[in-house]
T-cell receptor, first 111, second 116 residues
Framework: KQEVTQIPAALSVPEGENLVLNCSFTDSAIYNLQWFRQDPGKGLTSLLLIQSSQREQTSGRLNASLDKSSGRSTLYIAASQPGDSATYLCAVDDNTDKLIFGTGTRLQVFP | EPEVTQTPSHQVTQMGQEVILRCVPISNHLYFYWYRQILGQKVEFLVSFYNNEISEKSEIFDDQFSVERPDGSNFTLKIRSTKLEDSAMYFC??????????????FGPGTRLLVL
């Protein structure tokens, strides 16, 4: 059974820092992996999707990498800003047409 | 930019009552999903729907749950007899699915369901 874990659970950094959020999954046979942002009490905003054949995707200050063989993905946020404060969720499509979510990393960026 | 919409944003109901949560997926998307998030817990998959039928469902999605696409735009989740443990935020999502390829899932803002 696929399980998705995210570390750290929470992170507090000063504005301007580059940071890395980690996601690991137990079964490497995934279809794709998606990173989301969730603001308190709100829906999920898709940030990046990496297909299983890809190694990384970039969007602005965000870069996500995928290492299927080791069951890991990282989300790199460059030059963090207070507006980046949110919970970041990693989710894998495990070839059964559903996303399996991690518990998330709660990020706070302070001025 | 097109987005998934959900109504109502909040719903309070008595245990045992039926509720219908409504979603309008992004136009021309082919894959539709329902997820839920109990307060403080992970987002959990409930059901996926493609080509007018359920393609996958979780253990949570028992006989009390059903989905329907009554017309070309709406996608509904019905809970026949609500339980206290059904209290959660329910998210609808849709994905383009062109040529049968599963792509980014776009989520709606959610319906917060409270069962008393």
């Amino acid at each position: 059974k696929q399980e998705v874990t995210q570390i750290p659970a929470a992170l507090s950094v000063p504005e301007g820092e580059n940071l890395v959020l980690n996601c690991s999954f137990t079964d490497s046979a995934i279809y794709n992996l998606q990173w989301f942002r969730q603001d308190p009490g709100k829906g999920l905003t898709s940030l990046l999707l990496i297909q299983s054949s890809q190694r990384e995707q970039t969007s602005g200050r965000l870069n996500a990498s995928l290492d299927k063989s080791s069951g890991r993905s990282t989300l790199y946020i460059a030059a963090s800003q207070p507006g980046d404060s949110a919970t970041y969720l990693c989710a894998v499509d495990d070839n059964t047409d559903k996303l399996i979510f991690g518990t998330g990393t709660r990020l706070q960026v302070f001025p | 930019e097109p987005e998934v919409t959900q109504t109502p944003s909040h719903q309070v109901t008595q245990m045992g009552q039926e509720v219908i949560l409504r979603c309008v997926p992004i136009s021309n998307h082919l894959y539709f999903y329902w997820y839920r998030q109990i307060l403080g817990q992970k987002v959990e998959f409930l059901v996926s729907f493609y080509n007018n039928e359920i393609s996958e469902k979780s253990e949570i999605f028992d006989d009390q749950f059903s989905v329907e696409r009554p017309d070309g735009s709406n996608f509904t989740l019905k809970i026949r007899s609500t339980k206290l443990e059904d209290s959660a935020m329910y998210f609808c999502a849709s994905s383009p699915g062109l040529a049968g390829v599963r792509e980014t899932q776009y989520f709606g803002p959610g319906t917060r369901l409270l069962v008393l």
